[in-house]
């Protein structure tokens, strides 16, 4: 902690002087927009996402507004803090994306929407509800060798601790499949005696089965490595080409990400502030309750 507070004095120190320096240019150049960097900060960090005076003026506002080293944030900076993801910015949502956020991807697609069919946030949300049962349209079925493979391997994992350990279960399976000489009685009193009687088949199988699996694990990562696209990633660029297609007019870079951060089936809960008509609902139905 001694070594982080002059780092932080000296970050805080640089964001007052950043700010001060803004403050002076931005009413030279409302209206206008900003060509040169700021002295001291380069344009790509500084200057770039404030195009106007007027934003200027609003980054100053903001920046005076940041709490000093080992002070805490006022009521006002309290009210100022987006606390959902249509209230960042699209240069904070455009990061959030990069991360793979699909909660951003989601609101990112709303303001495309709003942007090509000059809708409010509130009348997007038709147009992003068909967008979203569109690119879930028919993953019932092409997630199968999915569901496939779960019910196999969970059955598999269950059904292998009675075929080892279960001597009824054992001895059955003796009769029908195997039928090796069953051990002594006083060698199967116990379910550890059993396992040590049945392993000698059991093990076989198991450890070809996994084997088979560790290959298959193997010859997946070369093809990762070769650049080839096992069914996963193919499904995904399948669902982003099919919703590009049936909606051309939004941005396909934005639909494309959406589809691949999406859930195949389901998926999670809007987050975000409801729609006006939800919250004139829930209102109405708070009322008739009482």
Known sequence: MPIMRPIGARAHAGVRAFATQLQRSAHATVG??????????????????????VNQVMAVRFMSAIPSPGEKPS?????????????????VLLVYCAQGDHQAHRERLIRNIMDVDQLD????????????????????????????GIFTSVTAGLISFPMVFHLDTALWFNEHYVTTEVAAPEDLETWLEVGSWTWAWNEPVMGQLSFFLLALQFARNQMVNQ??????????EYRANRLCTQFPQYSEMILSDFARSDEFSGGAPKLGRKSEAENKSNSAAAGGAV
Do not use: C
């Open 32 to 53: 206008r927009t900003v060509r040169k960097p700021v002295a001291g900060f380069p344009v790509t960090q500084a200057v770039a996402p404030f195009r106007t005076g």
């Open 121 to 148: 946030w509130d009348s997007a949300q038709p147009k992003l509800d068909e967008i979203e049962a569109a690119n879930k349209a028919h993953m019932w079925f092409f997630t199968l060798p999915y569901k496939v």
């Open 75 to 91: 009521i006002e900076y309290a009210k100022d803090a987006p606390r959902d993801y249509e209230d960042l910015p699209n240069e």
């Open 227 to 236: 650049k080839f696209r096992p069914y996963t990633e193919r499904l995904l």
